[in-house]
């Protein structure tokens, strides 16, 4: 499916940072236990606190989430007669890359001695990808690859590498050899404490310690420039990673902060509110029934008739679950515009925002901006899901089914649908200023080509209990995994056929 160029292209520096995430900074593996080391000696009370547990959106190019990463200190007890403190991690790839580019849902376990922080134990478990459709068969992750280390070694995995670079008392200027095993590799770099920034995070405004890292045995990983953003205080908490890949900047950036006893860390200036716990980086515990992700965005080229070129473009996106007059909920968005010089034959320039309750996606408030031709709309309507109600703001009652979606709402809502070929599903939806029944009937499974990748999708007929319910021959295909992410949708027009492909990265030999 993928380019043969596309691994070596993504797999180092994007697995250097879900690796570099996942540990969130393999790069900074072995600091030696000198003294002048960055600074002096450990300080373990701060950096293996049990409960602590760390989440990160990792953003990849003009992906804004494109892997989500989690770091937990499990605690201290007794492992077959030998003392040690656990350490836990998760990495995943989500929508686009999860599909088309790099499938990963991995756990990381690493077991350590908790005066000098070397692991003697250090497992992975790799997880079936989510675009495998055996994937649906078995829950059952793989054996855990797993290692036995010797401490007397210093030889540190990823994952305890990053809380013993957090136990040191980082200082301005101070630089410090290191080394890592990096799979079947020693990775021979230098640390460099090149001086203080202050960063805006979603837990808080710090004053952050940049760490820069300096690869002396791999040009191409050194080319990468990683760079890690401690906060500076007592938590060294791993704020930010930066990682520059010719495909564009990989950065992994803290979400979520939680402790015992205290749910977030001490910033110089909080936030006025936390950000909301989101489902789909709630990995340690069974995940939520959301099929997307938080900021999930989707951006898909305008194709009129035969020609390849883009006449316009579509995005969408959700935003993160929080507080929306008054409710609690999710916010999904649709902006679609032509360009310039297609306007002539075929103009639009549509928005609209729905408010979606956040368990059931069904709308309480819906914003039309639309214009399309000659033909223009703004209007607002309030849902009332419970009395089957909706109110428009020029006072036109319209009488729904209970449990009625809107056009952009049914979008998000159908992906969480049974769509195993030939199932067929019905929902209300308000069909700007009328109900309607969709019937989304699921053709057959089948392949279809984006951005030079073949994936393997699912085709969908949408239709409507209208007497001409296929007229625009509405077609949606959606990948063929437990995501169900929107990959093309075609329309008949008066112009000719239309579709909306998802703009995928493009494969570039490197």
């Known amino acids: 499916m993928l380019h043969k160029g596309i691994l070596p292209a993504l797999n180092r520096p994007l697995l250097l940072i879900l690796i570099l995430v ?11 236990h000198h003294a002048d080391a960055l600074g002096s000696s450990a300080n373990q009370t701060n950096a293996y606190k049990t409960g602590e547990r760390l989440i990160y959106n990792i953003s990849f190019a003009h992906i804004p989430v494109a892997a989500h990463a989690e770091l937990e200190v499990v605690g201290r007890k007794d492992f077959n007669g030998r003392d040690g403190i656990e350490l836990r991690a998760h990495l995943e790839t989500v929508d686009i890359v999860n599909a088309a580019l790099l499938a990963l849902d991995d756990d990381f376990i690493s077991r350590i001695d908790p005066v000098s922080g070397l692991p003697f134990y250090f497992a992975q478990i790799k997880r079936p990808p989510m675009n495998d459709p055996s994937a ?9 690859l797993t290692r036995v280390l010797n401490v007397a070694s210093g030889a540190f995995d990823p994952l305890s590498a990053i809380y013993y670079l957090r136990a040191l008392p980082l200082a301005i200027g101070a630089r410090q050899r290191f080394r890592i095993l990096y799979g079947s590799e020693i990775v021979e770099a230098e640390a460099q404490v ?41 938590n060294h908490l791993p704020l930010l990673i930066t990682i520059q890949h010719p495909a564009g900047e990989i950065r992994a950036e803290i979400a979520s902060f939680e402790e015992m006893g205290s749910p977030t860390p001490n910033p110089e200036t909080k936030r006025a509110s936390p950000p909301v716990a989101t489902r789909s980086v709630e990995r340690l515990v069974p995940r939520g029934d959301l099929p997307f992700s938080p900021n999930e965005q ?13 006449i316009g473009r579509i995005t969408l996106q959700a935003r993160p679950r929080a507080r929306y007059f008054d409710r609690d909920a999710l916010l999904l968005t649709l902006t679609a515009q032509t360009s310039s010089e297609s306007a002539r034959l075929f103009s639009l320039n549509d928005r609209i925002n729905s408010y979606v309750d956040p368990l059931t996606l069904l709308p309480f408030r819906i914003e039309l901006q639309m214009r399309e031709g000659s033909w223009s709309l703004t209007r607002t309507i309030t849902v009332d899901q419970d009395r089957g109600l909706a109110l428009q703001d020029d006072g036109k009652r319209i009488e729904i089914p209970v449990g009625t979606h809107d056009l952009l709402s049914v979008v998000y809502a159908l992906r969480s649908f049974d769509l195993t070929p030939p199932k067929r599903n019905a929902v209300a939806i308000l069909a700007i200023s009328r109900p309607r029944t969709l019937y989304v009937t699921a053709l057959q499974r089948t392949t279809i080509e984006l951005g030079g990748q ?8 949408l239709t409507t209990d209208d007497a001409e319910g296929d007229k625009h021959q509405l077609r949606l295909w959606v990948s063929d995994d437990r ?27 490197q």
């Not at 996942?22 to 030696?32: D, E, G, V, W």
């Not at 073949?454 to 007929?461: C, F, G, S, Y």
């Not at 008066?494 to 030999?509: H, N, V, Y």
């Open 483 to 509: 995501r169900h992410l929107p990959l093309r949708l075609s329309a008949m027009t008066p112009f000719g056929p239309l579709r909306a492909d998802l703009e995928i990265i493009p494969l570039i030999e």
């Open 22 to 32: 996942s540990n969130l900074q393999l790069s900074t593996a072995r600091i030696s």
């Open 454 to 461: 073949r994936i393997r999708a699912i085709e969908l007929a």
């Open 194 to 234: 090149r001086g203080a920034e202050r960063i805006n995070t979603n837990i808080g405004v710090f004053n952050a310690l940049v760490v820069q890292i300096r690869v002396r045995n791999d040009q191409r990983l050194n080319d990468y420039r990683p760079q890690i953003y401690f906060s500076d205080d007592a």
């Open 136 to 144: 649906e068969l078995t829950s059952s992750p793989s054996a855990p």
């Open 298 to 310: 989707l951006n898909f080229r305008l194709i009129l008739g035969p020609t390849e070129a883009p």
